[in-house]
């Protein structure tokens, strides 16, 4: 099952769940505006070529649209419109004032040059300038784009609309980027498993992890789960995978991936055939890589006890099914990521402000917005009897039909 599909079928669960009027439920699901724009740029040797650009603005009942922009060579319209779906109720869920977009560009940016791709960022800023904005849509970074093609987009809409740094987040600390950014969506993971472990009792310390992807996320989640005693066992990416079963040393595994790009000849651990790493013993695991990582075929064989979803849509209904019959507790990933978007708001308010704060409030801000977005999940789940997705789902669905609702949809 793919994203789209996915999400709208737990959307459809949540708003039966909450008995919503089949009316606003449609309404809901479809998005506030799509947008498709042609993209033609000179490369280096003079030559022209097209891309095509797409922004999906979703739902804006509480808030300006948000959500990150993606260059791909599988950008599809399908895939965007679920993530900027998943978008208006992550962000409803973390009681963030805004609604869901998400967009990308359909171009494979390891075959660009740096001009080439500030080329293209401007002409798609120049195409989508008008319908973004710090009150409309704010986008952020997404995979094939970082900080400094908020830099790009920044400086191309302020060319029309004066200086703007509150149009985009993720951008560089220099132009008004925010202190702890970089690792928000890993730490907020962290204090999601914090929220969860407490509710049984347990504490990171001592509990042994497994962590699938050591990307920007997956390194961040254990260097702090290293940093607080708990014992991470495995870890795997696109290069391999690193066991030992007395906890691997983080720091010395950052150091070997950043020296030789890669986790394999780790001497600090034995090597692991990555299919194995999800289905190997352990308390916790947190695939932090691509989604539909647990299905049907994997599922039964899980040992973990905890999965924390830091990745976008890991686990397939399927695997969801045989999951959680097995009592495999799931935290969902409309919750587990929003780390990262919650960081997002809090620049977007210093930008506005024009005062910034220090790592330590960040940090303390983002502690708080996850801890207390826990809690009301499980007062969802307690309503409506239902597991944590379920109750992460009603949580955001139910404060956009309400926003909906109170602005007056009908009128």
């Given amino acids: 099952m793919n994203a789209l599909a996915g999400t709208s079928r737990n959307f459809r669960l949540a708003s039966r769940l909450l008995g919503l009027d089949s009316k606003l439920e449609k309404s809901l699901l479809i998005p506030f505006r799509e947008i498709k724009v042609e993209c033609t740029i000179p490369k280096d040797d003079g030559t022209l070529v097209s891309y095509v650009g797409f922004r999906i603005q ?20 399908d895939e965007v419109n679920a993530l900027a779906q998943l978008m208006t109720w992550k962000t409803a869920v ?47 970074p997404d995979m ?6 908020m830099a790009w987009i920044l400086d191309e809409y302020s060319k029309f609309h004066g200086h703007s740094p509150a149009v985009v987040t993720g951008k560089p600390i220099d132009l008004g980027g925010s202190l702890g ?42 260097r702090l789960i290293h940093e607080r005693g708990g014992k991470v066992i495995a870890v795997s990416d696109v290069t391999g995978a690193v066991k030992n079963q ?16 890669s986790l394999t000849g780790f001497s600090g651990g034995d090597s692991l055939d990555p299919s194995e790493l999800l289905v190997h013993e352990c308390d916790v695991l947190v695939p932090c890589a691509l989604g539909g990582v647990l299905n049907r075929e994997n599922a039964a064989h899980v040992k973990a006890k905890f999965i924390i979803e830091a990745a976008n849509h890991p686990t397939d209904p399927g695997a969801d099914e045989i999951l959680s019959k097995k009592g495999v507790i799931i935290l969902p990933d409309i919750y587990a ?10 620049e977007w308010v210093q930008n506005i402000q024009g005062f ?36 992460a789902f009603t949580l955001g669905v139910n404060r956009v039909a309400r926003a909906t609702l109170l602005r007056g949809w009908e009128a």
């Fill in 94 to 140: 973390a009681d963030i004032p805004y609604g869901g977009a998400k967009g990308g560009i359909g171009c494979s940016p390891r075959d660009l040059s740096k001009s080439e791709l500030e080329r293209l960022t401007r002409v798609f800023t120049q195409k989508i300038h008008d319908l973004i904005g710090i009150h409309t849509d704010v986008p952020a």
């Fill in 246 to 261: 007395n906890g691997i040393d983080i720091p010395q595994l950052l150091k070997h991936k950043e020296a030789t790009g």
């Fill in 356 to 391: 910034m704060w220090d790592e330590d409030k960040v940090n303390k801000e983002l502690k708080r917005y996850m801890t207390q977005a826990f809690h009301n999940i499980k007062t969802m789940c307690q309503t409506h009897h239902c597991n944590l997705r379920m109750g």
């Fill in 144 to 149: 094939g784009t970082n900080a400094q093609t």
């Fill in 181 to 222: 950014r970089e690792a928000a969506t890993g730490r907020g993971v962290v204090y999601a498993t914090e929220a969860l472990l407490a509710e049984y009792w347990k504490a990171v310390k001592g509990l042994t992890f497994i962590i699938q992807g050591f990307g920007n996320v997956g390194s961040w989640v254990a």
């Fill in 337 to 346: 990521n929003a780390g990262g978007v919650t960081v997002s708001y809090f």
């Fill in 58 to 77: 979703h739902d804006n009942a509480r808030g300006p649209m948000k959500g990150g922009i993606r260059y791909h060579p599988e950008v599809d319209p």
